[in-house]
C-alpha cells in the first residue's frame, strides 16, 4: 500500500488569507478615517480661509478623492 506524504512547505492556509483580509480591511478603515479628518478640517475654514488657499466648498471631494486641478 503506498503512503501519501502532505508537503505544507507552499501550502497557503485559511488563516493566511483571512490575515491579509484583516490588514486591508484596516488600511481601508485608517484611510477612510484619515479622509474623514481632512474633511471635518476643511470645513471648518472660513469662505475667505479657502478663498486664501485657492480653493471652494464645492473643491472639497476633488480634494478628498485626490482628483482636483488647479486651473
Known sequence: MA???ID???DTSFA???G???Q???AWRE???RRAQITRELLT??????FDLGITRGDIPAI???TFRRT
Open 3 to 5: 503512503a501519501h506524504v
Open 8 to 10: 505544507t512547505r507552499n
Open 16 to 18: 493566511d488569507h483571512t
Open 20 to 22: 491579509g483580509l484583516r
Open 24 to 26: 486591508r480591511f484596516l
Open 31 to 33: 484611510q477612510r478615517q
Open 45 to 50: 475654514y472660513t469662505d475667505r480661509e479657502l
Open 64 to 66: 478628498i478623492n485626490g
